[in-house]
């Protein structure tokens, strides 16, 4: 009988083969690895985890997997067998034991009343496998009452309940929460890794691929986004028109802010919502922050291969010869104010212009 149990993985340097579980298809995270095959294996889960770590490096695939073990119908050594109907419901992410919490597209914030419908599912028997598992992501974006109901969770969690909190920011989450729940930390993966989860996940162009990966920032979920999300395109648009120094920096704030304001595909709308629009002038920020780590490395003479854009090579070089390196330095403590402002009541609009006024100012006499 042929079952994905049964699928197998000779292992590097030994002649012995070694079947496949849950964790083993996932790429890095060797340390929650463990964590969870002893936990899983002497059925000593916790009531409440805090996954954290950079947008996705893999939380959720994460969180899934251990999903996928606690709700198995036919476990293997605890773990999941990946082939049961319970396993490829956790999967499509329909099973009736697992409970999804985001935060409704276009809203800042996890809303009260999502916790509130948590706490009534959780207050029902569980359906099929006598447990159940809540993933909640964003735990960082939650107000106040939000935030108490969750905890009044925590502090009494019901029997065969495990929930998975996961975030980005962990400075962010409330206190209170992070002192319920054991927090497991997931760190960015290495180039390699990224790259290794692109191979099995896309099928774009080599040299795309390891663009990809290499500014990945070791998240493979950024490295995906980015390959679809038009990233490329738009870092181009900022080496060859934006940093190019050329004409009036209203104009370019405007043409800035005309990318930043458009629709989204396949949406009614004209103009995207100020959360998106936020989300985009973000990415073109951090974007702009790693074009000038480069730049700053141009300057020290450190070598191409630890560049990040090494692709975009000549660019860098001439931004190198033609910035302050003081300016250049001072950037970061800029970018950090920037980015305060875009979080805070600022429009993306009005930060959008900031951001083009101080280029024009560090680079417009030498360009
Ligand atoms: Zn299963």
Redesign the pocket.
């Known amino acids: 009988m042929r079952n994905d149990r049964l699928l197998w993985s000779a292992r590097l340097g030994s002649n012995s083969l070694t079947p496949m579980d849950a964790f083993d298809r996932i790429v890095g995270h060797e340390t929650p690895k463990r964590l969870f095959r002893a936990a899983l294996g002497t059925d000593r889960l916790a009531h409440a985890y805090l996954f954290e770590g950079p947008d996705g490096v893999g939380k959720m695939t994460f969180a899934l997997a251990v999903a996928?073990s606690i709700l198995?119908?036919?476990?293997v050594e605890s773990l999941?067998?990946?082939?049961?109907r319970?396993?490829r419901r956790v999967d499509s992410r329909q099973h009736s034991d697992l409970i999804l919490v985001a935060r409704d597209p276009g809203s800042r914030q996890l809303k009260v009343d999502a916790i509130r419908e948590l706490q009534a599912q959780l207050s029902l028997k569980a359906m099929e496998a006598g447990a159940r598992v809540a993933l909640l992501d964003d735990a960082d974006r939650l107000g106040v009452s939000a935030g108490n109901s969750l905890l009044k969770l925590l502090e009494e969690p019901p029997d065969r309940t495990h929930l998975f909190l996961l975030t980005s920011n962990r400075p962010n989450v409330l206190t209170t929460l992070v002192s319920r729940c054991q927090v497991v930390r997931f760190a960015p993966l290495a180039p390699e890794q990224v790259r290794q989860v692109l191979d099995l996940q896309t099928e774009h162009a080599t040299e795309s691929l390891d663009a990809a990966a290499n500014l990945s920032e070791g998240s493979p979920g950024q490295a995906l986004a980015h390959l679809n999300d038009g990233w490329f395109e738009l870092r181009d648009w900022l080496f060859d028109e934006f940093l190019a120094g050329r004409g009036d920096p209203l104009q370019r704030a405007a043409r800035l802010s005309e990318r930043v304001r458009a629709p989204i595909p396949g949406e009614k709308k004209k103009v995207a919502p100020l959360e998106e629009q936020r989300k985009r002038l973000e990415g073109a920020l951090r974007l702009l922050l790693s074009v000038f780590r480069d730049v700053r490395l141009a300057q020290a003479d450190v070598p191409v291969d630890r560049w990040l854009h090494r692709d975009r090579e000549d660019r860098i070089v001439d931004l190198a010869e033609a910035c302050d390196p003081t300016w250049v330095e001072s950037l970061p403590e800029l970018a950090t104010e920037w980015l305060a402002a875009l979080a805070g009541n600022v429009t993306p609009e009005l930060v959008g212009e900031r951001l083009s006024l101080d280029f024009q100012i560090a680079l417009a006499p030498r360009i």
Do not use: F
Request: net charge neutral.
């Open positions: 996928r198995c119908e036919r476990p999941a067998c990946e082939a049961c319970g396993c």
